[in-house]
């Protein structure tokens, strides 16, 4: 089993900064990529960014292209989301997910493991 735990949501101001941060134990040494997905009240969960352990591949969504960064740090399994320049429509909740096979790093149904989520929240 994989456990992953997100930290680090909160409420700011828009074109401010956040940093989040997801713990992952258990399974990891196998996974092949780790995901950041969002979703707001009344929308579909949607792709932010992916990185892969092997190699540091990364992939955004073109809505946070420039804006957000995603990083691992292997030694401890933890991945990271530096937004900044935040919009209010950045407002959601994020949840950081672990894949185990090959796939469209976006998609969702890709990802096997999933954390509690981190809400959020941009004020204009």
């Known amino acids: 089993q994989v456990r992953l735990v997100e930290s680090g949501g909160g409420l700011v101001q828009a074109g401010g900064s956040l940093r989040l941060s997801c713990a992952a134990s258990?399974?990891?040494?196998?996974?092949?990529?780790m995901g950041w997905f969002r979703q707001a009240p009344g929308k579909d969960r949607e792709f932010v960014a992916a990185?892969?352990?092997?190699?540091?591949?990364?992939y955004y969504a073109d809505s946070v292209k420039g804006r957000f960064t995603i990083s691992r740090d292997n030694a401890p399994n933890t991945i990271y989301l530096q937004m900044t320049s935040l919009k209010p429509e950045d407002t959601a909740v994020y949840y950081c997910?672990?894949?185990?096979?090959?796939?469209?790093?976006?998609?969702?149904?890709?990802?096997?493991?999933w954390g509690q989520g981190t809400q959020v929240t941009v004020s204009s």
């Open positions: 997910a672990a894949a185990y096979r090959r796939g469209t790093y976006s998609s969702p149904g890709l990802y096997d493991y």
């Open positions: 258990g399974r990891t040494f196998s996974s092949r990529a």
């Open positions: 990185i892969t352990w092997s190699g540091g591949s990364t």
